[in-house]
Structure formats: structure tokens, C-alpha cells
T-cell receptor
Framework: KQEVTQIPAALSVPEGENLVLNCSFTDSAIYNLQWFRQDPGKGLTSLLLIQSSQREQTSGRLNASLDKSSGRSTLYIAASQPGDSATYLCAVPPMDSNYQLIWGAGTKLIIKP | GAGVSQSPRYKVAKRGQDVALRCDPISGHVSLFWYQQALGQGPEFLTYFQNEAQLDKSGLPSDRFFAERPEGSVSTLKIQRTQQEDSAVYLC???????????????FGSGTQLSVL
């Protein structure tokens, strides 16, 4: 059964730093992997979706990489800003379902001004 | 509207009451998902609709939970005889494409925070 883990659970860094968030999954047979952002009291916003055939995806200051063989994905945030403070979650579809996602518990990121 | 809309934003229910949570997806979106999110955890899948057809309800925790999307747009999640363990944030998400093979990009509402006393 697919399991998704995100470590650390929380991270606090000064503004301007580059940082990396980690996501690991136990079953390397995945269709894709998504990174989401969740602000307090709000729903989730899809940031990046990497197909299994891709190695990385970029959007602005965000870069997500995927290494299926090692069961890992990283979300790189360049030149962090206080507005980046949020919880970041990753999710993968299980191979035995067309409709579900298996989620990590998220990393709560705080960017200190 | 421009995004997925959920109502009410907050709901407080006494144990044993029935509740109904509403989701207005983005117009024209084929797929609609319901998720349950406990504090500090990732969302847990509840059910999936493709237009008006409920294709997967395997995540519904008990027969007290019921969801419908009769006209393929607005969806309602109903919880009968609420229990304290039902307290959570209920999230709705929609997608413009049918989920065949795997879930694609999702658009989420802000959720309904349900507190059962």
C-alpha cells in the first residue's frame, strides 16, 4: 500500500533563503505527483504536477523534482518570502484507483521577515 | 463563480444532528471530489463524481455519510446522526477532466469546518 511521508513536519527559515521540502513515497510505480499549498483556513492550491515521465517542473520561484526509483520528490523554493509561509503537501495517485490521491501530512513552512 | 465555493464555512452541530454541506464546483468541471481533513493531517478521500455518476464512494467512513450530485454540478455531502469523530474540515475539489487512469490537477474550495459537540 502506497504511503507518503513529508519530513520535516515544520520548518522556519529567514526571508531570502533558498529551501527544499521533501516528499517520499513507498511505491515507485506512480502516474504523477502533485505539490499543493494550504494557507490557514483555506483550501489547497495546486502548485505543480509532475508526470511520471518527467524529472522536474518549474513555476516561477518553485521547482519540483521527481526521482521515482528512489521514491522521492523535492520542492525547491528560491529566494523565500514571508508570503510563502503556508503548509506544503504532496500527493500521489495509487495505482489501484483512478480517483484517489494518497497525501502526505505536509510541511508547515514559516518564513521570518 | 471563479472558483470552487463551499457552504457553510463553519458548522457547529450537536451530536446526533444531521448536517448538509454544499459544494459549487467551477462551472463545466466534470469531476468532483470530497475529502475529509483532520487537523495536522493530509486530506482523506471520501468520494468521487464524474458528472452526476458517483463512481467511487469507498472512502465514506460509514453509512451515515451520503453524497449526491443530481444534475452534475452542485454536490451535497450529508452526514446523519453526527458523532464527535466526524469533526473535521470537509473539502470539495473539482477538475475539468474525467479521472481516467489517475487524478490530474485539482481545484479546491476553502472547506467547511464541522464541529460536533
Amino acid at each position: 500500500k502506497q504511503e507518503v511521508t513529508q519530513i520535516p513536519a515544520a520548518l522556519s527559515v529567514p526571508e531570502g533563503e533558498n529551501l527544499v521540502l521533501n516528499c517520499s513515497f513507498t511505491d515507485s510505480a506512480i502516474y504523477n505527483l502533485q505539490w499543493f499549498r494550504q494557507d490557514p483556513g483555506k483550501g489547497l492550491t495546486s502548485l505543480l504536477l509532475i508526470q511520471s515521465s518527467q524529472r522536474e517542473q518549474t513555476s516561477g520561484r518553485l521547482n519540483a523534482s521527481l526521482d521515482k526509483s528512489s521514491g522521492r520528490s523535492t520542492l525547491y523554493i528560491a529566494a523565500s518570502q514571508p508570503g510563502d509561509s503556508a503548509t506544503y503537501l504532496c500527493a500521489v495517485p495509487p495505482m489501484d484507483s483512478n480517483y484517489q490521491l494518497i497525501w502526505g501530512a505536509g510541511t508547515k513552512l514559516i518564513i521570518k521577515p | 463563480g471563479a472558483g470552487v465555493s463551499q457552504s457553510p464555512r463553519y458548522k457547529v452541530a450537536k451530536r446526533g444532528q444531521d448536517v448538509a454541506l454544499r459544494c459549487d464546483p467551477i462551472s463545466g468541471h466534470v469531476s468532483l471530489f470530497w475529502y475529509q481533513q483532520a487537523l495536522g493531517q493530509g486530506p482523506e478521500f471520501l468520494t468521487y463524481f464524474q458528472n452526476e455518476a458517483q463512481l467511487d464512494k469507498s472512502g465514506l467512513p460509514s453509512d451515515r455519510f451520503f453524497a449526491e450530485r443530481p444534475e452534475g454540478s452542485v454536490s451535497t455531502l450529508k452526514i446523519q446522526r453526527t458523532q464527535q469523530e466526524d469533526s473535521a474540515v470537509y473539502l470539495c475539489a473539482s477538475s475539468p477532466i474525467a479521472s481516467t487512469g489517475a487524478v490530474g490537477k485539482l481545484f479546491f474550495g476553502s472547506g467547511t469546518q464541522l464541529s460536533v459537540l
